[in-house]
């Protein structure tokens, strides 16, 4: 059977990803902050789908929880899942520094090291790939959040050609989800009433969206056409006035 090392595999998109690869016939390698769920999630799998779990407790925000991660995309997986992140609680000045670090160690550091771990075993056996998920905020300026995940989508862009794209027999994609209905805005204390009815998108609906694009080769996956379409008009609108307008809306916190 083949491996997926999921990260941020307990909640939301990350938890979604294990489901449905779970039910497509992976085992799988969960990787979270919180143990006892973490636990818990694995042995739902391991019941419902029949595939083989491991549990691996790591805080990505850490030296300590990258390397062991590390580790183990070293060992070798068939597809790594970079999804674990986070929002910030205010705006730039507001938010504490430590807070803003952190976030570029869980939304950089550890996607390129975890990549750069994996991607030698997949090429050696040409089978494999990478899915960085990113965030449609990477095409507009709102904050630190946004300036992480358009690293990510470049990140990922770059890696595939360095490798020499999918002929290689491995791809790497970014997914650039919009809002959509996860515990992730709770934790960054947002109001989510700001953002109309219309946006939110379900994980589920998501996560097929992006295996499909993933599996068709797609380079930066948009799942959604009223996200493709905003994202192509972030590129005609001038830059300033998308900035301005991207940072005023869906940015309210409680």
């Not at 085992?27 to 973490?38: F, I, K, S, Y």
């Not at 990478?130 to 300036?147: E, H, K, L, P, Q």
């Not at 970014?174 to 515990?183: D, R």
């Not at 946006?199 to 599996?215: E, H, I, Q, T, Y």
Request: aromatic fraction near 8%; charge should be positive; charged fraction near 20%.
């Amino acid at each position: 059977m083949p491996t997926a090392l999921i990260t941020g595999a307990t909640a939301g998109i990350g938890a979604e990803f294990a489901r449905q690869l779970a039910a497509d016939g992976f085992d799988l390698v969960l990787l979270a902050r919180d143990a006892p769920r973490l636990a818990q999630t694995a042995e739902r799998y391991r019941t419902a789908y029949g595939v083989g779990v491991e549990v691996l407790p790591a805080d990505l925000s850490t030296d300590e929880g990258i390397a062991a991660a590390e580790r183990r995309a070293a060992e070798g997986v068939d597809l790594l899942v970079n999804n674990a992140g986070f929002g910030q609680h205010d705006r730039f000045l507001k938010a504490p520094l430590a807070d803003e670090l952190a976030m570029l160690k869980v939304h950089c550091e550890a996607v390129l090291r975890l990549t750069h771990a994996a991607l030698p075993g997949m090429i050696e056996r040409r089978r494999g790939g990478v899915i960085n998920v990113a965030s449609v905020a990477a095409f507009f300026a709102r904050g630190t959040y946004s300036a992480t995940k358009a690293w990510v989508v470049n990140f990922s862009e770059s890696v595939l050609q360095d490798i020499g794209g999918s002929g290689s027999g491995v791809h790497v994609m970014a997914l650039c989800p919009g809002w959509v209905h996860t515990e992730f805005h709770a934790r960054s204390n947002m109001d989510k009433s700001a953002v109309p009815d219309f946006m939110w998108l379900n994980a589920d609906d998501l996560v097929a969206a992006a295996v499909r694009d993933f599996r068709r080769g797609a380079i930066v996956s948009v799942p959604d056409a009223k996200y493709k379409a905003l994202v192509g008009l972030s590129k005609i609108v001038p830059r300033g006035l998308a900035g301005r307008i991207a940072s005023r809306n869906g940015r309210s916190y409680r």
